[in-house]
């Protein structure tokens, strides 16, 4: 059974920091692409930031600079690292699995909700 489990939400002020984590099991994690996606009420899901399996990243133009995705194959884990937080990072934020052979996420995690307010 493939869990991805998100954690690390919260509140936090503009400016603030927050730290994502999620724990992967039920895949092969250091074949797959992770990444995280954010949702915000009304908008569309879109990608915040990935890293391959060998440890290229890549990163949506709004969070370049201030977001830092990271993994850890041992521990089967993925880290975003969220720095100088908008208000407009308000929104849900989902862990993804990307195997071989697929071009979009083929597996997700519950998600996870993230408030940027003074």
């Known amino acids: 059974q493939v869990q991805l489990v998100e954690s690390g939400g919260g509140l936090v002020q503009p400016g603030g920091s927050l730290r994502l984590s999620c724990a992967a099991s039920g895949i092969t994690f250091s074949m797959a692409t992770m990444g995280w996606y954010r949702q915000a009420p009304g908008k569309r899901r879109e990608l915040v930031a990935d890293?391959?399996?060998?440890?290229?990243?890549n990163y949506a133009d709004a969070v370049k600079g201030r977001f830092t995705i990271s993994r850890d194959n041992a521990k089967r884990t993925v880290v975003l690292q969220m720095n100088n937080l908008k208000p407009e990072d308000t929104a849900v934020y989902y862990c993804?699995?990307?195997?071989?052979?697929?071009?979009?996420?083929?597996?997700w995690g519950q998600g996870t909700q993230v408030t940027v307010s003074s």
């Open positions: 890293i391959t399996s060998g440890h290229s990243t």
């Open positions: 993804s699995s990307r195997g071989l052979g697929y071009i979009t996420p083929n597996y």
